[in-house]
C-alpha cells in the first residue's frame, strides 16, 4: 500500500492479510471484511486464533481481515522506548500541567517519527478504508460485506463515506461517534463510566457472591483512589508495581468490558485491605535509545482536542469528575490530553459522516458500553442513512458473540440482509 494515498505511486509499506474460507464454497455469499478494533488489534491474529464468528458465518463467507497500517505486521508505529513507557502527571488537582504533558507529546511524536518514518502522517482510519478498498480489488470482488468492532468501525465509516458503492452489507458493533467534538468525546466516555460502575455496584448490592456485598461501593472506591493519588496503592498481581490513580481509573473501567464484576470486586477488595505504605516515586525508564511499539498513538490521527491552557484543562478535569463519579476519570481522558499536544494535525479530524447511496447498515450496542457508550450508537444510527440500531439490553463492549439473540440477528443480517428487530433481552 501507498503510505500517502494523495501519491499512490509513492513509498510503499506492507499490510499483513489473512483470509479464512468459506467452508462450505458452494453457499458462499461473498466476502467479510473483519475489521478490528483498538487501535492497535491485530485482525490477522484474530482470524488465526479462530475467530469470533458462527460456524455458520464462516460456512458462507470468505473472512479476510488484517492488521491495519500501523499494527503489529504492517510497519507497527515505533516510538523511542522509554518515552513510551513513561507518562507525565495526568491529573491537573494532583499536581499536572498542561504544558508539560504537550511538552511530552511533542517529544514523543519525534521519536515515532525517529523510528515509524513518514507513515506517522498517514495512520487516520480514511487511509484504512482506503488499504481495505485496494484489498477488495485484489480479491477481484464487486462489493464487500463488511464487520467492524469498536475503533474498527471508524474505518468501516469512511470506506462507506469513500466507497458506499462497494458495500454489499455493513455491520458495526460497538461503534465510535466521530461526529463528536473533543469535550463532547470526554463527557460522554465519562458518563459511560458512571453508567457501567453504577451497574457493578447494584450487582454487588444484590449479589451476596459479591467481595463487596453489604459494603458502600463508591465509599470503598474512594478510599482506594485516594491511596492511589497519595502513590500508595500497589498491582494487585505484582506488589512491586505502583499502580497511579489514572491506572486504576483505567483497571476498574476495562473489567467493566466482558463485564467481570466478580473480578473487580475481588480487586477492589484487595486494594482496599494493602496496608498504608510509604509514598514510591515513578519508577523512571532506563529504556532510551531504543524502541516499543504504541499503536494506540494512531488515536490522534482521527481526533482533535484543543486544551489551550492550565485553565481549560482543570475545567475539563472537574467535567470529567462530575460526569465519571464516583470514578475520577476515563481512560479515554489521557488519549485526550495527550492529543491535544499532539503536533500531527489529524488527516482524518472528527466530522459527521456523509455517507450518500449505501447499503442498509446495521449497528450492534450494549445498552451498558464502558468504551463505545450507547448514546454514541443512537448517534451514529441517527446520522447514517438507513441504519438500524440494535441494542443489546445489558452490559459490555462488543455484542456480536454476547448471546444466541445477538449473534443470530448479526448472521441473518450478513447472509440474507434481513434487518432485525431492535433490541436483544440481556443474558
Known amino acids: 500500500m501507498p503510505i ?20 462450505e464454497p458452494s453457499q458462499k455469499v461473498g466476502t467479510l471484511v473483519s475489521l478490528p478494533g ?22 458462507r463467507f470468505d473472512i479476510v481481515s ?11 508505529v515505533l516510538c523511542d522506548a522509554g518515552l513510551a513507557t513513561y507518562r507525565p502527571n495526568l491529573i491537573p488537582d494532583l499536581g499536572g500541567r498542561i504544558d508539560e504533558v504537550h511538552s511530552y507529546a511533542r517529544d514523543l511524536a519525534e521519536s515515532c517519527r525517529k523510528y515509524t518514518g513518514p507513515l506517522m502522517d498517514h495512520l487516520d482510519a480514511a487511509s484504512v478504508a482506503r488499504d481495505v478498498e485496494a484489498l477488495r480489488v485484489a480479491l477481484g470482488e464487486d462489493q464487500i460485506s463488511t464487520y467492524s ?29 466521530h461526529s463528536l467534538d473533543g469535550r463532547a468525546f ?33 465509599r470503598i472506591f474512594d478510599d482506594v483512589y485516594a491511596k492511589a493519588a497519595r502513590g500508595e496503592l500497589r498491582d494487585v498481581t505484582d506488589a512491586t508495581k505502583q499502580l497511579g490513580a489514572i491506572d486504576l481509573n483505567t483497571q476498574i473501567v476495562k473489567r467493566l468490558y466482558r463485564p467481570e464484576w466478580s ?42 482536542f484543543d486544551i489551550a ?53 446495521l449497528i450492534i450496542n450494549s445498552l451498558h458500553d464502558p468504551a463505545t457508550p450507547h448514546e454514541w450508537a443512537v448517534g451514529v444510527a441517527k446520522n447514517t442513512p438507513r ?17 444466541p439473540c445477538t449473534t443470530t440477528a448479526a448472521d441473518h443480517y450478513l447472509i440474507n440482509l434481513t434487518i432485525p428487530r431492535t433490541s436483544c433481552p440481556a443474558a
Not at 193 to 211: I, S
Not at 268 to 289: K, T, V
Request: negative net charge; glycine residues 8%.
Open 4 to 23: 500517502d494515498w494523495a501519491q499512490p505511486d509513492g513509498e510503499k509499506i506492507d499490510v499483513a492479510v489473512v483470509r479464512d474460507r468459506a467452508g
Open 38 to 59: 483498538g487501535p492497535g488489534s491485530s485482525g490477522v491474529d484474530d482470524i488465526i486464533k479462530g475467530g469470533k464468528f458462527s460456524a455458520e458465518l464462516r460456512a
Open 66 to 76: 488484517l492488521d491495519p497500517r500501523g499494527v503489529k505486521r504492517s510497519h507497527p
Open 149 to 177: 468492532r469498536s475503533y474498527g468501525t471508524m474505518p468501516a465509516q469512511s470506506y462507506a463515506e469513500l466507497f458506499p458503492k462497494h458495500l454489499r452489507a455493513m455491520l458495526m458493533d460497538s461503534v465510535d461517534d
Open 186 to 218: 470526554l463527557a460522554s466516555q465519562a458518563r459511560a463510566a458512571k453508567d457501567t460502575f453504577g451497574e457493578f455496584a447494584a450487582w454487588c448490592a444484590r449479589d451476596t457472591q459479591c467481595a463487596l456485598h453489604g459494603t458502600a461501593v463508591d
Open 263 to 304: 473480578g473487580l470486586a475481588t480487586d477492589l477488595r484487595a486494594w482496599a485491605d494493602q496496608p498504608a505504605g510509604s509514598p514510591q516515586p515513578p519508577a523512571s525508564s532506563q529504556q532510551q535509545g531504543r524502541s516499543a511499539p504504541l499503536p494506540e498513538i494512531i488515536f490522534c490521527s482521527d481526533w482533535r
Open 309 to 361: 491552557d492550565q485553565d481549560q484543562w482543570a475545567q475539563l478535569w472537574r467535567e470529567q469528575n462530575d460526569n465519571a463519579a464516583p470514578l475520577r476519570a476515563h481512560f479515554a481522558w489521557s488519549a485526550g490530553a495527550m492529543c491535544s499536544g499532539w503536533p500531527i494535525t489529524p488527516p482524518n479530524p472528527a466530522h459527521r459522516p456523509q455517507i450518500v447511496d449505501g447499503p442498509p447498515v
Open 387 to 403: 441504519a438500524t440500531l440494535l441494542t443489546y439490553e445489558g452490559w459490555g463492549h462488543g455484542i456480536y458473540d454476547r448471546s
